[in-house]
């Protein structure tokens, strides 16, 4: 039997660099198309790459040629005009077609947790998810109409050794260590879902092929859900300090920061525990086996092995000193 024949558009991302290293592993023959400009996350040895400009459909004709593939999977369309060049430059050419949506696209905030695959798709505060919305709704109009043969997927917050989980980014380990308060939002005890990019890769490289997956649309995502107090606990333990910790309302960082207000309000702000029944049922034997207090170790120690890595950002940094001074609880 010849090897699962497989495309993908991007590669090298948090999210698609370790399914492209399993793909290979699992002995997949994997073609990436890129712009070849990647050097934080190298693709693996025994992937093909091609160079195009994904957003130009005739350089992306001029680097496949008349190829067909048994999968493609595009990590990099983000708006319908994507999806709709996708549709036409595959039709005819992919057994399969994934899309990589988002599990933001599900309604925020839910009304009942834990979210499952037919939970209404709506989120009013955020454009991003809104443009993975208007994606799935093209993608299954076409499935419905010519039997376009696609498969949906919904990553939560995956991250790997490069990405924390904050806003910000170091600049919030970088106050924990110098002693500064920093900001969580709400009161800390809403739950979030954080899967390591090495167990995504799990689960998505069981879908590829998988013609029950045709027509679908699966998360893929861990079952440990943290309070997000302990997902900053978790990560000054790794810094080896003890967080000085100010609850912030949602409403007044978006306030006092558009972007990181949308994303909160959006996402972030919101308890999001996911079923995955339907990944289980399609990828027997599937489970996500890293736990946060492991991967967030794995993250510090990226940073601290180069202090090149150790950004701080002045303006967030800025932000974040503003609302702990609204916000810092008073003595009586």
Same mark, same amino acid.
């Given at each position: 039997?010849s090897?699962?024949?497989v495309?993908f558009?991007g590669?090298?991302?948090?999210i698609s660099s370790?399914?492209s290293?399993?793909a290979?592993e699992?002995?997949?023959d994997l073609?990436?198309?890129n712009?070849g400009?990647?050097?934080?996350?190298?693709?693996?040895?025994?992937?093909r790459v091609?160079?195009?400009?994904?957003r130009?459909?005739?350089?992306?004709r /001029?680097?496949?040629g008349? /190829?067909e593939f048994?999968?493609v999977v595009?990590w990099v369309a983000?708006?319908?005009?994507?999806?709709?060049?996708?549709?036409?430059l595959?039709?005819?050419?992919?057994?399969?077609?994934?899309?990589?949506?988002?599990?933001?696209?599900?309604?925020t905030?839910p009304?009942?947790v834990?979210?499952?695959?037919?939970t209404?798709?709506?989120n009013?505060?955020?454009?991003?998810s809104?443009d993975?919305?208007?994606?799935?709704e093209?993608?299954t109009a076409?499935?419905r &109409?010519?039997g376009?043969?696609?498969?949906?997927?919904?990553?939560?917050?995956?991250?790997d050794?490069?990405?924390?989980?904050?806003?910000?980014g170091?600049?919030?380990v970088?106050r924990?260590?110098?002693?500064k &308060?920093?900001v969580?939002?709400?009161d800390?005890?809403?739950?979030?879902?954080l899967?390591?990019h090495?167990d995504?890769?799990?689960?998505?490289?069981?879908?590829l092929g998988?013609?029950?997956a045709l027509? /679908?649309?699966?998360?893929?995502t861990?079952? /440990?859900?943290l309070?997000w107090?302990?997902?900053?606990r978790?990560v000054?333990a790794?810094?080896?300090? &003890?967080?000085?910790i100010?609850h912030?309302?949602?409403?007044?960082?978006?306030a006092?920061d558009?972007e990181?207000?949308?994303?909160?309000?959006g996402?972030?702000?919101?308890?999001?525990?996911?079923?995955?029944t339907?990944?289980k049922t399609?990828?027997?034997g599937?489970a996500?086996?890293?736990?946060?207090?492991r991967?967030?170790?794995e993250?510090?120690?990226?940073?601290?092995?180069d202090?090149?890595?150790q950004v701080?950002d002045?303006?967030m940094?800025?932000v974040?000193?503003?609302?702990v001074e609204?916000?810092?609880p008073?003595?009586l």
């Open positions: 039997m090897a699962l024949k495309l558009i590669g090298s991302g948090i370790a399914c290293a399993l290979v699992r002995g997949i073609t990436v198309l712009r400009s990647t050097t934080t996350r190298p693709l693996p040895q025994g992937a091609r160079q195009a400009d994904v130009d459909p005739a350089s992306v /001029e680097a496949l008349d /190829e048994d999968v595009d983000f708006t319908p005009d994507h999806v709709r060049t996708d549709v036409e595959f039709t005819g050419r992919a057994g399969q077609y994934v899309f990589i949506s988002s599990a933001s696209a599900y309604q905030p009304l009942r834990p979210v499952v695959e037919s209404p798709l709506r009013p505060f955020w454009q991003y809104r993975k919305i208007a994606c799935e093209l993608l076409a499935y &109409e010519d376009f043969p696609v498969t949906v997927v919904r990553p939560s917050h995956t991250y050794k490069t990405l924390l989980p904050f806003d910000g170091w600049t919030v970088d924990m260590r110098r002693g &308060e920093v969580v939002h709400g800390g005890t809403s739950l979030w879902t899967t390591h090495r995504f890769a799990q689960g998505f490289t069981g879908l998988n013609e029950r027509g /679908e649309a699966v998360h893929i861990s079952d /440990e859900a309070p107090d302990a997902i900053y978790t000054a790794a810094a080896g300090v &003890e967080p000085r100010v912030v309302p949602s409403d007044a960082i978006a006092a558009a990181w207000g949308a994303g909160l309000l996402d972030k702000a919101h308890s999001m525990v996911f079923d995955n339907v990944l399609l990828v027997p599937f996500a086996t890293t736990p946060f207090a991967g967030a170790r993250v510090v120690e990226w940073y601290d092995a202090p090149a890595r701080v002045p303006h940094d800025g974040m000193d503003r609302l609204a916000y810092r008073r003595a």
